[in-house]
Nanobody, 131 residues
Framework: QMQLVEFGGGLVQSGGSLRLSCTTS???????????VGWIRQAPGKEREGVSC????????DYADSVRGRFIISRDNAKNTVYLQMNNLKPEDTGVYYC?????????????????????WGPGTQVTVSS
């Protein structure tokens, strides 16, 4: 069974940057290059929110309006890793960020609002932005 693990969370001041990474762990052989992947976050006391996603084997990308222009999602197939570069961070970006994969969605696309469709979730990494 494929498992995901995230890296790169931490504490940063408002206006700063962080880069989150996500790769597979556990049983070898699983790759992310042809899977739809994404990042979901949950702020304290709030519902989970789709942040960004990348279609499987395509260049399809989507962002939440709240992060568009500040966050960049990318994939390095050679390293089997998905990244979320977060720039100009704001206190409202604080939360646990989950890497997700395999939504069972339209091939080549990825769901963002329908984040609950993702079957595989990482344990999450905490991002805290201080004002």
């Amino acid at each position: 069974q494929m498992q995901l693990v995230e890296f790169g969370g931490g504490l940063v001041q408002s206006g700063g940057s962080l880069r989150l990474s996500c790769t597979t762990s556990g049983t070898s052989g699983f790759t992310l290059d042809r899977r739809a992947v994404g990042w979901i976050r949950q702020a304290p006391g709030k519902e989970r929110e789709g942040v960004s996603c990348l279609g499987g084997g395509t260049n399809y990308i989507d962002y939440a309006d709240s992060v568009r222009g500040r966050f960049i999602i990318s994939r390095d197939n050679a390293k089997n890793t998905v990244y979320l570069q977060m720039n100009n961070l704001k206190p409202e970006d604080t939360g646990v960020y989950y890497c997700v994969a395999d939504p069972g969605w339209t091939p080549g696309a990825c769901p963002l609002i329908e984040w609950a469709r993702y079957h595989t979730w990482g344990p999450g990494t905490q991002v805290t932005v201080s004002s």
